[in-house]
Structure formats: structure tokens, C-alpha cells
């Protein structure tokens, strides 16, 4: 076997940040964090700071509602420097990834008409098809599907060319699969979609606890990702055009404002978890500063990103030469070491012979965390062949595990196959 050494990141002190690792002699092996990262110290202590000082609405005269406004504000400029976006205005918060999707889409779908064409992919989570399945039922749209590669693991451009037509109004994309960890060259994706006219709109929830995106070097025109994804509270963030989103049409209530982004916000903001949320940007930027790097807010947060997305890959390649090493099981993703720049450490695998929800009771029964079944990727189990009630075993890691938790995950597993 390999030796296996890692690039320099500050482990134990990232680990110490994180309640539910430090404060326990014998933590778990979290692999269960594409459902959901854990959350630092920091985070806990603004959602609680807001609770017990920031319980207010917004537009108040009084300190408490100036506080909520702040905070309110801070979350919204935080996300805008995550995400590259061009100011605040372009940032629409709201309860879900799932939740920002459907009710954009009801928005988004006011432009078009009875026989326009949607492409959705068979690599996505079910929160970026099935509201658009929804749409095109209820307006008399055409669904194409758009399969990825069997050899890559990855959407091709050319297969997406192929579906586009003078009628295609909307490419819902995926940058990195919840299922099989692959990353989309969104980019180009994008540019031959923008050529037919068509709008995109990507699902990040997956790349951005792993990457960090560029909205507009990406060239689409929505990009949405959940924060309790990427070490923050329970909430969906959406980036949109700002010429686009002023120009939809908000399903709201008549006396909201219809000021951006408020217009697409319904109801009380959840100033607490959007403290939380400007305090998780506030912790990638303190990673930065750990590894060494400097600038502005954003600068910081790349470097953070960088240097944690290449000890993530080391992780990665134990992981899974250790997985195509046991016998029977078979990883869903690509598995080359030359080809790990095009996936996330979202690692899925089936066994010959064994139950993957078995080998999941199996692994927690070890004190290893992970998820069995689709995981509302159901598009990409059916185009693997998979059983919908047993999908596959996913692992997936984040820049707080460690190796140590890999070679006991390889160990746990090598002993329930065996």
C-alpha cells in the first residue's frame, strides 16, 4: 500500500473550532456531510447572540430592529464576496435550496410559453428537477434529459448540444453530483446553452464546501447552495442576475417591499440563522488567515478554499484506492488519481452481494456516519441501473476529517464485506 502524506493545513486547530468533534473524547467519523456539515463554535454563538438580542422585524426605529437590519445586511454582503457576485442586491435568502428553486421557478417560468423546452439533467438532486417538472406541467413545456458520461463521469458539452434547440428556454444544471462526487465544466455548459438563448440555472449545494465559484466567470444566470452544507445554519442562499431578477416577477405578498432582493424574501427574515450565516463566511475567512493567506474578504476566502481543497484530495485518493481494492465493491464515480481535479471527496460505492443500507447500519454501529439509499438523486441511480431502495453508500468528506478516519472507515468496511 501506499504511503500516503498530506499537504500542510492546520488540522488540529480547524478541528478544535468544531463543538461536536472537540468536545467529545471519542467523536464519531463524520462521513455523512453532504446531507449536512457540523457547524464551529462561532456560528453557534451568533445564531445564540441573535436570539437573545436581535428577535426582531426589520424598519424599526428602535435598537433591536436596527440590530436585526445589520445582521440582515451583514449575511447578504457576506454571501456576496463568497460567491463573486456584483453586490448584496444579487443575494436572495430564504429556507431551503429546494424552497428558493421552486419559488424562482414560478417567476422564471412567467417567460415562458406551451411547447418552449427545458433540459434537465440525470445527474441532479431532485430539488433542481422537480420543480421544473412541476413548471412544464403546469405550463405544457417540453422536459429533454440530459445524461452524463458513463466514461467521464461528467456532463458533456456535446451531449448538451445535441439537445439544444431554437426552443430551449432553460438549462437546470448541477455543478457537482450529490451522488457520484463529479464536477461539471459548468462554464462551458453554460457558454453552448447561452448560445440557443437559453437561461441556466445551476445547483452548487454539492461544490461549495469543497470550491469556491465565480458567478460571473461562470456566465449563468442563477447559482443556488445551502449553507448548512458549507458549516453554517439550515438556509438556502441563491445568487441571480440583477437585470434578471429585477425583471421577473415576485410571487409575494402585497405590502412587501419590491426592492431587491427583499422582493423574492417572503415573510420575517430568520435574523438569527442569517447571523449564523455572515459568522460561517466569517470562519472560511479566519481558515484563510490560518493558511497563510491575505487581502480583501474574498482573497481570503480562495486561499481558504485552496488550502483546504488540496488536503480534502489527499483524503480523497486513500479513500478511494482503498475502496476499489476490496473485493465486490464497486465505486459510482471516477476513481482515476489523474481525474480527481473533476470530482468533490463525495465518494459512493455499492457491494456485489451486500445491502447498502446494511453496510450503513454496519458502519454506525462503528461510530462511522454515513447514508445509504438515493439520497434524492434519483435521476442518477436510475441511469446507473441501481434499485431505488438501495442506491449506494455514500461517504463524504470534509477539510475536518482526517486520515486516521479514513483508514478506520477502509478497516470497518473491509471487515463487513469480508
Known sequence: MTVHTLPAFPIDQVRSRFPA???LDNPPVYFDNP????????????????????THNLGGFFEGSKRAEAIWQDAHEAMADMLGATSHREI???????????????????????GDEIILTQMDHEGNV?????????????????????ESWRIEPAD????????????????????TGSVNDVAALTAAAKKAGALVYVDAVQLVPHRLPDVHALGCDFLVCSSYKFFGPHLGVLWGREELLAKLEPYKVRCASDDLPERYEAGTPQTELLAGLAATVSYV????????????RR??????????????????????????ALPGVTVQGITDPAALKH???????????????????GLAGKGIWAWSGHNYALEPSRLLGLAENEGVVRLGLAHYNTLDEVERTLAAIAELVA
Open 299 to 324: 482573497e481570503k476566502l480562495l486561499g481558504a478554499y485552496r488550502s483546504f481543497a488540496a488536503y480534502e484530495d489527499g483524503l480523497t485518493r486513500r479513500l478511494i484506492e482503498g475502496l476499489v
Open 285 to 296: 475567512e479566519w481558515l484563510g488567515e490560518a493558511t497563510g493567506h491575505a487581502g480583501s
Open 21 to 23: 468533534i472537540s468536545k
Open 130 to 150: 422537480s420543480p421544473w417538472l412541476l413548471l412544464a406541467r403546469d405550463l405544457g413545456l417540453t422536459v429533454k434529459w440530459l445524461p452524463f458520461n458513463r
Open 160 to 179: 448538451l448540444e445535441s439537445l439544444l434547440s431554437e426552443r430551449t428556454r432553460l438549462l437546470a444544471l448541477n455543478f457537482s453530483s450529490n451522488m
Open 343 to 361: 470530482r468533490v471527496p463525495t465518494v459512493s460505492f455499492t457491494h456485489a452481494s451486500l445491502s447498502t443500507h446494511t453496510i450503513a447500519e
Open 35 to 54: 446531507a449536512g456539515t457540523l457547524v464551529p463554535q462561532q456560528v453557534i454563538d451568533a445564531v445564540a447572540a441573535a436570539m437573545a438580542g436581535a
Open 92 to 114: 436572495v435568502i430564504a429556507q431551503s435550496m429546494t424552497a428558493l428553486t421552486l419559488h424562482l421557478s414560478r417567476s422564471i417560468g412567467r417567460l415562458f410559453r406551451p
